[in-house]
């Protein structure tokens, strides 16, 4: 972990004694499962944005078909009536995939994790504050027990995505060097993690629907 601060309070934190290094691991951890929760939380709503549209061009397009809204000399009624075959499809087997991911558990889950761990925090950072004149034999047995504590809460919850720790990282370039790539690529990242896949079944299907009633009919 030494070698993750180069600059910056970061480092300075593992100048210090074991106490401030714990209390960054604890920070650090629980600001990371917290951006997690954020980032599942996010997930599931475009997920379910992304599932509603399917459904409602899957009925558009069983409109489009039988108010015969198209132009049936440039598009054969096969390719509607397969288009539609195709969209039902997708629309149960992207409603079966995102269902079985757990989204909305997973994000409480990490959710729990980060206020377990801002507990040890500010039991901690009270330690600090009221135990100033503790002996150095009291101060290593609170960080065993305190470290203890962290462990068992690290071996009970899920990990995290590499992409959740990236994007805590970014947002506290005091703590951590950055370098220039990150601040582009991260963002980025998070958006392919978070939205682009949604997006693309919001807005391909409508699309298709333009070409089909507007462009051709």
């Known amino acids: 972990m030494t070698k993750s601060f180069e600059k910056g309070k970061g480092k300075e934190h593992l100048d210090k004694d074991f106490l401030e290094e714990l209390k960054h691991k604890i920070w650090s951890t629980k600001g990371t499962r917290f951006t997690a929760d954020s980032r599942l939380k996010t997930i ?27 132009n049936p000399n440039a ?7 397969f288009t539609i075959t195709a969209l039902s499809i997708l629309v149960l087997v992207f409603s079966l995939i995102e269902n079985a991911q757990n989204y909305p558990v997973k994000a409480k889950n990490f959710h729990d994790y980060a206020l377990d761990l801002a507990d040890l925090y500010n039991e901690l950072q009270n330690y600090k504050s009221y135990e100033k004149d503790a002996s150095e034999n009291d ?12 462990q068992n809460i690290l071996r009970r919850y899920e990990n995290h995505d590499p992409i959740d720790n990236k994007f805590f990282r970014i947002k506290h370039p005091d703590y951590y060097p950055i370098k220039w790539h990150e601040w582009i690529v991260t963002p980025f990242m998070y958006f392919i993690n978070t939205r682009l896949i949604y997006l693309a079944m919001m807005l391909i299907p409508g699309l298709i629907l333009y070409f089909v009633v507007v462009k051709v009919g």
Do not use: M, P, R
Not at 55 to 64: Q, R, T
Not at 75 to 81: L, Q, R
Not at 141 to 149: A, D, G, S, V
């Open 44 to 70: 599931a709503k475009y997920s379910t944005l992304s599932i509603s549209f399917l459904s409602a061009y899957l009925i558009i397009f069983g409109l489009v078909s039988v108010y015969n809204l198209y």
């Open 75 to 81: 598009i054969d009624a096969n390719v509607i009536a």
């Open 139 to 150: 101060k290593l047995e609170f960080c065993k027990n305190l470290q203890k504590k962290y």
